[in-house]
């Protein structure tokens, strides 16, 4: 596939789980690099509210294809189930258009 998408996640803990989620983020993020669809992600931590991570994902593939392929992963299943736990507010997932890229070569 050649279309590639690009999103941000906002994810905010609950303060007792913050460590929680982290460490259950880094875990699905280790695995989902080895993705064929992966391109890049950047794991942020809001400066005002350090229980918010944000993620900032590219992948290569449509956002339906992401949609119904990715977040359904096996790695992902015991991070899905936990969100309900560790958020103190629902997760969100806004999705990007493209306008200009640059990259240092």
């Known amino acids: 596939m ?16 913050a460590a929680q989620l ?10 989902m690099q080895e993705e064929p669809d992966f391109v890049s992600t ?12 944000v993620l900032y994902e590219v992948w290569s593939c449509s956002r ?6 990715h977040l359904g992963k096996s790695y992902r299943q015991a991070f899905e189930a936990a969100l309900p736990q560790w958020l103190r507010a629902e997760r969100t997932i806004e999705f ?3 306008k200009r890229g640059y990259a240092r070569a």
């Open 42 to 53: 950047h794991l942020h931590q809001a400066p005002d509210d350090p229980d918010t991570f």
């Open 2 to 17: 050649s279309e590639t998408i690009a999103f941000i996640v906002h994810l905010p803990a609950r303060h007792e789980h």
């Open 22 to 31: 982290e460490r259950g983020m880094l875990d699905v993020l280790d695995a």
């Open 96 to 98: 990007l258009d493209l």
């Open 64 to 69: 339906e294809h992401f949609l119904q392929h």
